[in-house]
């Protein structure tokens, strides 16, 4: 009796998440966004919510939970209802968190990957217009010729520009010290006013400086250059091999979330990505669209690839954390 209660029990809970998942959606979609507005994630997501809403046929709100390096809004996604209303905009930071902090969920387990939302952008060392650093060389040397005395700027610890530079240090040699500032636009500021001799930046935070003169661009972490910065070699070019460090923002969903929404999710976020006008808007933020076929089987196998990365990475530079 009791194994055919709980048998009818488990097919009700089917019907009834069957039924919500034909019916989905019929009330406001809320996208999570870990960081502050304005940043490299809060962007996209604005972006595609705007357009998103017009393909899923329900209004989208973006809401930005911003603390912890972004453990914040991944924690608050996990525990919310897998219903499709709550979704995360994923980035690069659930990766590298993994591997550098103490998170409460595992973002390959505890999420469901929808698809990706664009790729890049890349980051790219620079130094203020004044100095007197020309070339990745010249950065090099001078931190040889005085350790701990080189003094590069970044948006806090766990973070691509500060292993950057502990990648950096462990490869060259050097003993470059990191400088913790609360985002990426002060930290780019810090390199702009000579409060610090350099930094790791994502190209967009640095495009205004750029093309003001206020800063210098001296390579650029990207397997290739990039069309914003034609002329700025690679690391790889300048005998850093594999040294790529480049941004990706994607959709993901609690875990236990109905296939049926997940594909109705990537439906129109596919159809979404495919605009001229998306695509326009993210190659000014020095973004592409993601490369076909974007599935959540894709993403996901993505997310996998670049988590074992960032482990690597971690153990390069030692600052992995301790189990």
Do not use: C
Not at 128 to 147: C, E, Q, R, W
Not at 162 to 191: E, F, K, M
Not at 282 to 302: C, D, H, K, R, V
Request: glycine share 8%; charged share 15%; net charge positive.
């Amino acid at each position: 009796m009791i194994r055919w209660l709980l048998s009818m029990a488990a097919l009700t809970m089917m019907m009834v998440g069957s039924a919500a998942a034909q019916s989905y959606p019929n009330r406001t979609i809320t996208f999570v966004v870990s960081f502050a507005p304005g940043g490299l994630s809060d962007v996209p997501a604005r972006l595609l919510a705007n357009e998103m809403q017009k393909h899923i046929g329900a209004s989208i709100v973006v809401e930005n939970k911003p603390g912890a390096s972004g453990i914040n809004g991944g924690s608050h996604v996990v525990r919310s209802n897998p219903d499709g209303y709550t979704l995360l905009v994923s980035a690069i930071s659930e990766v590298q968190n993994l591997h550098y902090l103490s998170v409460p969920y595992n973002a390959l387990k505890d999420l469901s990957p929808i698809g990706k939302i664009a790729d890049g952008p890349t980051l790219v060392l620079i130094v203020g217009a004044k100095s007197n650093f020309k070339t990745l060389d010249d950065v090099i040397a001078y931190a040889k010729a005085n350790p701990g005395k080189l003094n590069f700027s970044t948006s806090g610890p766990a973070t691509s520009p500060a292993i950057a530079v502990s990648q950096l240090n462990s490869l060259a040699g050097t003993d470059i010290l990191h400088v913790a500032y609360r985002g990426t636009g002060p930290a780019t500021g810090a390199v702009a006013s000579g409060e610090v001799q350099g930094a790791f930046v994502f190209y967009p935070s640095a495009k205004a400086m750029l093309e003001d003169g206020q800063v210098r661009a001296l390579a650029v972490a990207n397997t290739k250059r990039i069309p914003e910065l034609p002329n700025v070699p690679t690391m790889a070019e300048l005998g850093y091999k594999d040294f790529v460090h480049n941004a990706f923002v994607g959709l993901t969903a609690p875990r236990g979330t109905p296939k049926e929404i997940i594909a109705t999710l990537n439906k129109a976020l596919n159809e979404t990505v495919a605009s001229p006008e998306f695509r326009k808007r993210l190659a000014q933020l020095g973004m592409s669209a993601p490369a076909q076929p974007n599935t959540p089987e894709t993403y996901g196998q993505f997310l996998a690839k670049e988590t074992a990365y960032q482990a690597e990475l971690a153990k390069l530079t030692g600052h992995r954390k301790k189990d």
